[in-house]
């Protein structure tokens, strides 16, 4: 399962990257929290993935989803697209690929 893996691993250095350019340009404590937080943990289930640990398929999903719905609620509650918005845009568009039916190859 490489593509997923990859897929799950690249999106958690995103959050991790986003979080930190937010803290550093709008001093958002929360978001670093929580964007380190959720990134470290993708990263991690991402690498369980491409391991095939029962551990890392059960924990991407879920965190995809978490981030998902943290940073969509968070979006909407300020009003504001960036950064919140785009994360929660990605996290979509993650959970999409990593869902996306693949051939034996990949397997």
């Given at each position: 399962m490489k593509v997923p893996g990859i897929v799950i691993a690249v999106y958690g250095l995103v959050v991790l990257i986003t979080a930190i350019i937010s803290y550093l340009t709008a001093g958002s404590v929360s978001f670093l929290i929580a964007g380190s937080a959720f990134g470290v943990g993708l990263v991690c289930s991402g690498l369980g993935v491409l391991k095939r640990k029962e551990l890392g398929f059960v924990f991407a999903p879920v965190l995809t989803v978490l981030v998902t719905a943290f940073f969509a609620y968070r979006s909407t509650r300020t009003g504001e697209f960036?950064?919140?918005?785009?994360?929660?845009?990605?996290?979509?568009?993650?959970?999409?690929?990593y869902f996306l039916p693949r051939g034996k190859k990949d397997l």
């Open positions: 960036m950064p919140s918005g785009l994360v929660a845009v990605l996290s979509l568009v993650t959970l999409f690929l």
